[in-house]
């Protein structure tokens, strides 16, 4: 199933699924980085581009896109069809876009089944979630992108294993880019 989720997708809706637990759910937060010999102002480019976020996003889900814009304070919509091609994802606020330096993503709704919620049990833990990109311009030709993500616990595996593998992808399209 997860090869067919986008990432918001698994982290919020499968997660709450069924019932929901009464007890509070540990989040934490994960952090990856690559070195990438691009400025950052490509891996930027590269992160944000419809076609080339198809590619990186991949990884969390083959047909995975969003809709919206990343400028700061708008909507994005990642969206990505389930095993019965339903539509499923995450509503989010962009929170903070630095160019070339920041994007600070705030999850604030999800899609169920092509339907955007906004309340109820699905979405009232979805404010300690956060994703945050940094762009780290080395000054020599050469970035750093590091990523900050909070999730629950019990995804760390999971996101452990997809993530490295997105930034290679990210990686392998900056550095073709330059």
Same mark, same amino acid.
């Given at each position: 199933?997860?090869?067919?989720?986008?990432?918001?997708?698994?982290?919020?809706?499968?997660?709450?699924?069924?019932?929901?637990?009464?007890?509070?759910?540990?989040?934490?937060?994960?952090?990856?980085?690559?070195? !990438?010999?691009?400025?950052? =102002?490509? *891996?930027?480019?590269?992160?944000? $581009? %419809?076609?080339?976020?198809?590619?990186?996003?991949?990884?969390?889900?083959?047909?995975?896109?969003?809709?919206?814009?990343?400028?700061?304070?708008?909507?994005?919509?990642?969206?990505?069809?389930?095993?019965?091609?339903?539509?499923?994802?995450?509503?989010?606020?962009?929170?903070?876009?630095?160019?070339?330096?920041?994007?600070?993503?705030?999850? !604030?709704?999800?899609?169920? =089944?092509? *339907?955007?919620?906004?309340?109820? $049990? %699905?979405?009232?833990?979805?404010?300690?979630?956060?994703?945050?990109?940094?762009?780290?311009?080395?000054?020599?030709?050469?970035?750093?992108?590091?990523?900050?993500?909070?999730?629950?616990?019990?995804?760390?595996?999971?996101?452990?294993?997809?993530?490295?593998?997105?930034?290679?992808?990210?990686?392998?399209?900056?550095?073709?880019?330059?």
């Amino acid at each position: 199933m997860k090869n067919l989720l986008f990432l918001f997708t698994l982290l919020f809706v499968s997660c709450f699924g069924g019932e929901r637990p009464n007890k509070v759910r540990a989040m934490k937060v994960l952090e990856y980085n690559v070195e !990438i010999d691009a400025p950052s =102002d490509i *891996v930027y480019n590269v992160m944000i $581009d %419809k076609d080339h976020f198809k590619e990186w996003v991949a990884v969390f889900g083959p047909d995975s896109f969003y809709e919206g814009s990343w400028e700061k304070g708008r909507k994005i919509i990642y969206k990505s069809p389930d095993e019965s091609g339903n539509i499923q994802g995450m509503i989010s606020s962009i929170k903070e876009n630095i160019p070339n330096k920041e994007i600070f993503v705030q999850p !604030i709704g999800i899609v169920q =089944d092509g *339907v955007e919620v906004y309340s109820g $049990d %699905k979405t009232k833990d979805l404010d300690k979630s956060f994703e945050n990109y940094l762009f780290i311009d080395n000054g020599d030709g050469t970035s750093v992108l590091k990523i900050e993500v909070a999730v629950y616990e019990e995804l760390e595996d999971y996101f452990n294993d997809t993530w490295p593998k997105s930034l290679m992808v990210i990686k392998r399209i900056s550095e073709s880019s330059k």
